[in-house]
């Protein structure tokens, strides 16, 4: 059958988390079935698609300049089209439907995070003039992970185990844009993982937006400490997983952790905030006691495990004195690095409704302390680490010098090594020699 989209080039423009750059890999792999060719940039692209986020508000507003800015980048010479192509799917296209095709009048396409499987035929529509195709779903009829994939490197790939979130963090708008929390059968992922290590994949990362609770919304009967169990049967070298909830962390996984020699030893364990009151009023659903506790036993059994987090200040109300909680529980945990968000009001979600809202200016210093004291401490980490061995997967040359290959240790740590190009996407043993800022330097342990 032929498609009008068979010969037309496209770029896709990937905005926010794993499950979107994952849903990019899938919509590759969609056009590139129908014969057409992915290219780097807007200039060379018939058609463009968008997979946007709307979890802060900074990316939001960006988006609409940049769909806007499109109409003034003319189209290629030899394009076949007498117009650019333009979607939007992901997040804000769930979330504002019909809305973007008003605002945005060259817009073409809009489809949302229900329904990735359709763009191939909306963007047919399109194509043959049958006007705007605007499609978005309430809720998935297809888990995503049944469509082709093109991959950016061939030896490290995402694999879906859920999708959606049931926990409705107050401040978070993922589950209106995502949906209600699904697992996939166990089998599929298994049978995935399995190709995946036949066609010479060294690293799976698995992802879901709470990987911990896989599972609980089906009979299956498989959790996700047997789950990584079973995914480490094939044979795969080494497992990451995100993002894991604290409240469904079990005791379960982390023995599956400690002794399972292919999962990473890494967590990121987002805690948010380190105040009481504040973790109520996010619904996080555990205390700093608890997330303590369970950082403790993390430790206790897998003592050379990495931790990274996610940290939200100036939630609307936060004291000072609070905010000091998250300082003070940084301090204690120690993380090796940590992603850290000003607190941004989404609407639909409980927290925008509530009072109490922080002045930029305040918020702003906070979060400049919590970066400050987080550099602080991940330089100290990555200096405690000389002189260990660990396993780098190289991922390619280094950008500063040519004679260098960049890879990531198990803790997921940047590490540069002397070493030639035909170890990319092998694993080596890297002794640790030294630590910059935020990557380690080191050298290769011949076998
Ligand atoms: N499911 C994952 C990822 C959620 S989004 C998880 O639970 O960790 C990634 C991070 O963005 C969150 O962990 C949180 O720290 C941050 N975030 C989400 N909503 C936000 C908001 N409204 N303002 C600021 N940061 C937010
Ligand atoms: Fe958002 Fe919370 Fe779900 Fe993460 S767990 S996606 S922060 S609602
Ligand atoms: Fe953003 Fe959607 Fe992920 S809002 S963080 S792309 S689930």
């Known amino acids: ?28 792999g969609m056009l590139e079935a129908l014969g057409a060719l992915m290219v780097e940039t807007v200039e060379e692209s018939d058609v463009v698609v968008f997979m946007t986020c709307c979890v802060r508000e900074a990316a939001d507003t960006r988006l609409y300049g940049q769909v806007a800015s499109m109409k003034n980048i003319p189209l290629r010479a030899e394009s076949p089209l007498s117009k650019r192509v333009i979607a939007v799917g992901g997040c804000i296209g769930q979330r504002d439907g019909g809305k973007l095709t008003e605002a945005l009048p060259h817009l073409d396409v809009v489809f949302g995070t229900h329904n990735l ?20 779903l309430a809720a998935s009829s297809e888990f995503p992970t049944e469509l082709p994939t093109s991959r950016e490197h061939s030896w ?51 992802i879901g937006q709470n990987v911990n609770s896989y599972g609980l919304d089906s009979d299956e009967g498989v959790s996700f400490a047997q789950l990584l169990h079973r995914v480490s049967q094939t044979g795969i070298e080494r497992i990451r997983f995100m993002t894991s909830h604290p409240k469904d962390l079990s005791d379960a996984l982390i023995d599956e952790m400690a002794h399972n020699p292919a999962v990473a030893p890494h967590l990121h364990l987002p805690v948010q905030a380190g105040s009481n009151r504040i973790l109520q009023a996010m619904n996080r659903r555990y205390t700093r006691e608890q997330y303590l506790e369970k950082v403790q036993k993390l430790r206790a059994a897998i003592p050379h495990i990495g931790l990274t987090t996610d940290l939200i200040v100036a939630f ?32 639909g979600t409980r927290a925008a409704e509530m009072p109490g809202r922080i002045a930029p200016d305040v918020a702003s210093a906070r979060i400049e302390r919590l970066i400050a004291l987080q550099e602080k401490i991940t330089g100290e980490v990555l200096a405690s680490m000389r002189g260990e061995i660990v396993q780098a997967l190289v991922e390619g040359v280094s950008r500063r010098r040519e004679n260098q290959l960049t890879g990531k240790t198990g803790r997921n740590i940047n590490v540069n090594f002397n070493g030639a190009p035909d170890d990319i996407g092998k694993m080596v043993r890297v002794r640790i020699t030294g630590a910059g800022s935020n990557t380690l330097r080191g050298e290769k342990v011949e076998e």
Not at 176 to 181: A, H
Request: charged fraction near 25%; include cysteine; proline fraction near 5%.
């Open 316 to 347: 609307p109300g936060e004291t000072e004195a609070e905010f000091e909680d998250t300082l003070s529980l940084v301090e204690q945990v120690r993380y090796d690095s940590a992603y850290t968000f000003i607190y941004s009001p989404r609407k």
């Open 1 to 28: 059958m032929h498609s009008p989209i068979n010969g037309l080039t496209f770029c896709i423009h990937t905005f926010g988390c794993q499950m979107n750059k994952h849903d990019s890999e899938r919509i590759a």
């Open 156 to 206: 490290a790939a995402w694999l879906p185990i859920t999708i959606g979130c049931n926990n409705f963090c107050s401040y978070c708008i993922v589950p209106y844009v995502r949906g209600r929390e699904r697992s996939r059968r166990a089998d599929d992922i298994v049978r995935e993982a399995d190709e995946l290590v036949k066609s010479g994949v060294k690293e799976i990362m698995l």
């Open 117 to 136: 499987g359709s763009l191939p035929r909306l963007l047919e529509a399109a194509i043959e003039g049958q006007g705007k195709q605007v499609e978005v």
